[in-house]
């Protein structure tokens, strides 16, 4: 399976972003990660095929994560951005296959 992540950028404090994981073929869920300069990559949210899903406490209420099985692509949205929520962002299937990432700068 290949992962194509998009949709990163340089944001102010407190915009938005969604992020798109295109898969090459359908998969039963989907995570996502994200790895400040620095710092050990960590979990972010994760979303399965019956629509359950999980979010780090951080992130809690400000992400949303969805899916549409139709174009096997995954998304988050992400709302009242901070500046500690600027880091490389991947997607990762459930069986282990990572993305090439996606930058996030949240910035004034």
């Known amino acids: 399976v290949q992962l194509v992540e998009s949709g990163g950028g340089l944001v102010q404090p407190g915009g938005s972003l969604r992020l798109s994981c295109a898969a090459s073929?359908?998969?039963?869920?989907m995570r996502w990660y994200r790895q400040a300069p620095g710092k050990e990559r960590e979990f972010v949210s994760s979303i399965h095929f019956d629509g359950s899903t999980d979010y780090a406490s951080s992130v809690k209420g400000r992400f949303t994560i969805s899916q549409d099985n139709a174009k096997n692509t995954w998304y988050l949205q992400m709302n009242s951005l901070k500046p500690e929520d600027t880091a490389m962002y991947y997607c990762?299937?459930?069986?282990?296959?990572w993305g090439q990432g996606t930058q996030v700068t949240v910035s004034s």
């Open positions: 990762q299937t459930c069986g282990g296959t």
């Open positions: 073929m359908s998969l039963n869920c």
